[in-house]
């Protein structure tokens, strides 16, 4: 199932060339998502970790020998990744606003 190989745990590459999203693949900080074969990527906006910039850096470009990575396939993987990262770490994204209102509790 393709599911499977989207989120890792398939390193096999498939019949057709398109090379499988893997979670090895991408580099998660804080600071943002990046998907190191393509450079697509996802920057948060300050305060609101589910929203900000995507790029697509390489995704769309037509891969040398054929196949690469489907986008959708690359941008599903990362809002996931993206999506468990900030509920792992909520600390890292709460704002000043959320803080005070925890302190006056």
Do not use: C
């Not at 990527?41 to 995704?59: C, H, M, V």
Request: proline share 6%; glycine share 12%; aromatic share 8%.
């Amino acid at each position: 199932m393709r599911i499977f190989q989207a989120i890792g745990l398939s390193a096999a590459d498939g019949q057709n060339g398109e090379h499988f999203v893997r979670r090895d693949q991408f580099n998660i900080t804080s600071q943002g998502i990046v998907h190191k074969p393509t450079d697509a990527a996802f920057t948060p906006n300050p305060g609101d970790p589910y929203s900000g910039i995507s790029r697509l850096g390489q995704l769309r470009n037509k891969h040398p020998g054929g196949g690469g990575f489907r986008t959708e396939d690359v941008q599903r993987v990362m809002h996931q990744l993206w999506a468990e990262y900030v509920d792992s770490n909520p600390q890292l994204f709460k704002s000043a606003a959320t803080g005070a209102r925890e302190k006056e509790k």
